[in-house]
């Protein structure tokens, strides 16, 4: 069991032969005294620094836990919002050549039947030649008849 200040204050010592002075013991006991009950204050000050200090360092150390978690939940949110990103932006491209697609098909098949119109049109416009030469062979031999029917009257 430790000593306290009361221990010391209360020891007694057996007087010898040519002993020490008693004042000058007490005196010193008095000094061991207050030292030894200034050493327990700090020393009482210094666990209860330390209790202090424990459940800091305890609520330091459960803070660094939850950052940590944080920064596992952010990191893989993160992660998330990335793949997330990145199947929208497939989509979207793939909607987009998809349509892409759409467009050249419309375009290729308008330009078929642009193309067969134009056929049309050229078989019609040579048909429609072909009528008008035929229609003003026919009206120049009768004009030519007529003139050599009135030549042959006239002779």
Do not use: C, W
């Not at 204050?9 to 005294?33: A, M, P, Q, T, W």
């Not at 596992?72 to 697609?101: F, H, M, P, S, Y």
């Not at 098909?105 to 049109?121: C, D, G, H, I, P």
Request: charge should be negative; hydrophobic fraction near 35%.
């Amino acid at each position: 069991m430790p000593l306290t200040p009361l221990d010391i204050v209360n020891k007694e010592f057996k007087h010898g032969f040519r002993g020490y002075s008693e004042d000058d013991v007490n005196e010193f006991l008095d000094e061991i005294v207050r030292d030894y009950e200034a050493l327990i204050k700090e020393n009482d000050e210094l666990k209860e620094n330390t209790s202090g200090m424990t459940e800091r360092l305890e609520q330091y150390r459960k803070l660094e836990a939850t950052l940590q978690n944080t920064l596992v939940i952010a990191q893989q949110t993160a992660e998330e919002v990335k793949t997330a990103a990145r199947k929208e932006a497939e989509l979207i491209v793939r909607e987009a050549e998809a349509r892409a697609e759409e467009i050249v098909r419309q375009a290729e098949s308008r330009a078929r039947e642009v193309e067969t119109q134009l056929v049309q049109l050229r078989y019609e416009s040579e048909k429609f030649r072909a009528q008008v030469k035929s229609l003003l062979e026919s009206q120049l031999r009768l004009v030519s008849d007529a003139s050599l029917a009135h030549a042959t009257v006239e002779t």
